[in-house]
């Protein structure tokens, strides 16, 4: 399991097994969790029980916790309280019972990169990692077999091997400062409100449908009871026409593709960035993906003239999407042996 602050991804060590994305945004109630975790385990029991359950965090952060160590200290609860034979994942990527949790909780938080890169490690021995997810982007080093990242958020976000900002729910203004509109292109500075969100973007673009829209639209509020029917590619426009103050009808469609398009832009240019750093820094030649977002990944790759390996062409789609599970239940496996 990966409990994160907007996910809860599930998955087990067989490749055609079982493997959920759940979206239970904790900060909004953190109680959801055990929701969540005891609809989990009934799926569970239709089926082959689970031998031991292996567990990576990063929900630790959320706001609803005034620290990470109470928000870690709750979701060992959670998982403990629902499942029996629970073991943790720690930064030096070792599985400790849920008493060794309790005795220091920050070793246990922002862990779920670190499973992922550590599956990767066993089988790619030099490579830069990238993992872009609904929130936020991993980009990591792995060298001679070895995990070369820092092993705290705030030390990853320092060096570039951390990116916060993803496929689904990053504010476009953050993204985007000014974008060019209109037929000349003329320079218009963003917003900065909460209008439209990156699924916006890549709904427009084709690369989500609605069914991938898994998180709120910023005008939910808006549409209750209904708001799946308005994940739909004209209100996305609308929602990235706001981001200039415009109306869809103000600046038509065109222009409302083009701010998707340097959203787009915007996030592969950044994690080139990134990329270009560790690859100058370790000599690494070669890019290996997972996450909804591979195909960012492949293009700040091919802009760099590097090898890019996507893992869904391994795993597939839905073990790719929630890949820090599949990995930490893989070495759990590998862990028993």
């Known amino acids: 399991m990966d409990v994160g602050g907007a996910n809860t991804k599930v998955a087990t060590s067989d490749v055609n097994g079982f493997v959920d994305t759940i979206y239970a945004p904790l900060w909004k109630n953190n109680a959801i969790l055990y929701d969540v975790l005891s609809g989990t385990k009934q799926k569970f029991e239709t089926g082959e029980e689970a031998e031991l359950i292996g ?11 005034e620290t990470k160590r109470e928000g870690v ?9 629902v499942f029996e034979n629970v073991k943790f994942f720690n930064t030096d990527c ?10 220091d909780p920050l070793s246990f938080a922002a862990t779920n990169w670190l499973a992922s890169a550590k599956l990767v490690s066993e089988q790619y021995r030099d490579a830069i990692f990238v993992d872009i997810g ?16 820092k092993r705290t958020d705030l030390e990853r976000l320092k060096s570039g091997e951390l990116i916060y900002s993803g496929i689904l729910r990053t504010n476009v203004a953050t993204l985007l400062k000014k974008v060019e509109i209109g037929e000349i292109g003329e320079v218009c500075k963003t917003s900065a409100e909460l209008f439209a969100i990156t699924a916006d973007a890549y ?16 005008d939910s509020h808006a549409f209750v009871g ?3 029917e308005e994940k739909n590619r004209v209100s996305a426009m609308r929602r990235l026409a706001r981001v200039v103050c415009c109306d869809l009808e103000e600046i038509g469609e065109d222009s409302a593709v083009g701010i998707a398009e340097q959203v787009k832009e915007a996030q592969v240019a950044e ?10 820094k370790y000599g690494l030649k070669r890019v290996v993906s997972a996450g909804i977002g591979e195909f960012i990944a492949k293009e700040a ?9 996507s893992l869904s062409s391994i795993y597939g789609k839905k073990i790719c999407a929630a890949f820090p599970a599949y990995a930490v239940a893989r070495l759990l496996e590998e862990h028993l042996c």
């Open 55 to 65: 567990v990576v965090m990063t929900g630790e952060l959320c706001d609803c916790f």
């Open 73 to 81: 200290l709750h979701i060992k609860r959670a998982v403990s309280t």
């Open 94 to 103: 070792n599985f400790k019972d849920g008493s060794e949790v309790d005795k």
């Open 134 to 149: 609904s929130t936020t982007t991993d980009v990591i080093p792995v060298v001679g077999g070895e995990i070369k990242a």
């Open 203 to 218: 709904l427009v673009l084709g690369y989500i449908n609605k069914d991938d829209y898994s998180c709120e639209s910023p």
């Open 226 to 228: 209904r708001e799946k």
């Open 271 to 280: 994690l080139a960035a990134s990329i270009e750093r560790i690859k100058e």
């Open 301 to 309: 790759a091919d802009s760099l003239n590097i090898g890019s390996l």
